[in-house]
Nanobody, 117 residues
Framework: QVQLVESGGGLVQPGGSLRLSCAAS????????VGWYRQAPGKQRELVAF???????NYPDSMEGRFTISRDNARNTVHLQMASLKPEDTAVYYC???????????WGQGTQVTVSS
């Protein structure tokens, strides 16, 4: 079992920045990696960024290079730095930890990000 707790969401103006954090606990040594996903109202959940336990992060092309995922191994935390935010980035952001062998995903409770003036 892996437990995930997201934090850092909130209201930000267009063009602003925000950093989300995902703190993991439990059986984290068997993880393939951790990803950030988002779901806007009326839309499907989509991948924002993924960082494997070993290897480089990867991002969908649609994120346009505005998001950066990083890992703090000492604190078992994965961050998502978001820059140049747009109103269309408004969504609930979730982190998910994927098990190495089963590819089972554990999900956090989500954190709301609202981009609005």
């Amino acid at each position: 079992q892996v437990q995930l707790v997201e934090s850092g969401g909130g209201l930000v103006q267009p063009g602003g920045s925000l950093r989300l954090s995902c703190a993991a606990s439990g059986a984290i040594s068997n993880l393939h990696g951790v990803g950030w996903y988002r779901q806007a109202p009326g839309k499907q959940r989509e991948l924002v960024a993924f960082i494997p336990s070993s290897g480089a992060p990867n991002y969908p092309d649609s994120m346009e290079g505005r998001f950066t995922i990083s890992r703090d191994n000492a604190r078992n935390t994965v961050h998502l730095q978001m820059a140049s935010l747009k109103p269309e980035d408004t969504a609930v952001y979730y982190c998910a930890a994927v098990e190495k062998y089963t590819r089972y995903a554990y999900w956090g409770q989500g954190t709301q990000v609202t981009v609005s003036s």
